[in-house]
């Protein structure tokens, strides 16, 4: 199995107010709340074809608040919701590992109901190239995508933008070589952008 993009992660400082802002833009309905108990989180996941979704996230602060950074730098998230994030699926975790930025995190696992995964978790909460590099999972149970509704959204090319493209396109090199849809583009403010067609039309989510 190739390196794939296993989901998109839309940030947010409330819950409620990413889903209904991401239902909004998408035209679509999320599926019901999720939590991850050990980070602190919760999430709505929506499905995105060919073989990927999108996930709305956020600070759980009715749970515990664990004693290291969450994930997806959500402990310093401020402002609207927006795209922060990208996923990607791997074969061979250790191997993945190896294949990345030394600062790229630690491998962590993770069970949520029938689902089981293990994931590379910074230890800063920010992941490489100011968070352009995409967190890397390798699952242990059927993939959520596989449960979820078709929802007539299908994800068509993300772009990256970072100041320092070459380096960037270099450290994605071994993980994007099977990705035609992933452009790595030059940019003064790193960040993410994704088309998407929605039963309404084309958007650009960033």
């Not at 990208?86 to 491998?107: F, M, Y």
């Not at 990705?179 to 960033?206: F, K």
């Amino acid at each position: 199995m190739p390196y794939r993009i296993d989901h998109l992660v839309v940030s947010a400082a409330d819950l409620q107010q990413g889903k209904e802002w991401a239902e909004g833009l998408l035209d679509v309905e999320f599926g019901p709340r999720g939590v991850h108990p050990d980070m602190g989180t919760q999430n709505h996941l929506v499905a995105m074809r060919p073989d990927a979704y999108l996930e709305v996230i956020a600070p759980d602060h009715d749970a515990l608040r664990p004693d290291y950074p969450r994930w997806f730098d959500l402990d310093n998230f401020g402002g609207p919701p927006r795209l922060t994030h990208w996923v990607v699926s791997c074969p061979d975790l250790e191997e993945a590992w190896e294949l990345a930025p030394a600062n790229v995190g630690r491998i962590l696992s993770f069970r949520r109901g029938d689902y089981a995964w293990r994931m590379i978790v910074p230890e800063t909460g920010v992941l490489p190239f100011d968070d352009c590099f995409p967190a890397l999972i390798e699952w242990h149970s059927p993939r959520p995508v596989r449960a979820l509704p078709d929802a007539g959204l299908l994800m068509r090319r993300l772009k990256i933008s970072h100041p320092e493209p070459d380096a960037l396109r270099a450290a994605l090199s071994p993980f994007v070589a099977a990705m035609e849809h992933v452009r790595i583009v030059q940019s003064d403010t790193p960040g993410l952008t994704a088309e998407i067609s929605t039963p309404s039309g084309e958007i650009w989510i960033a």
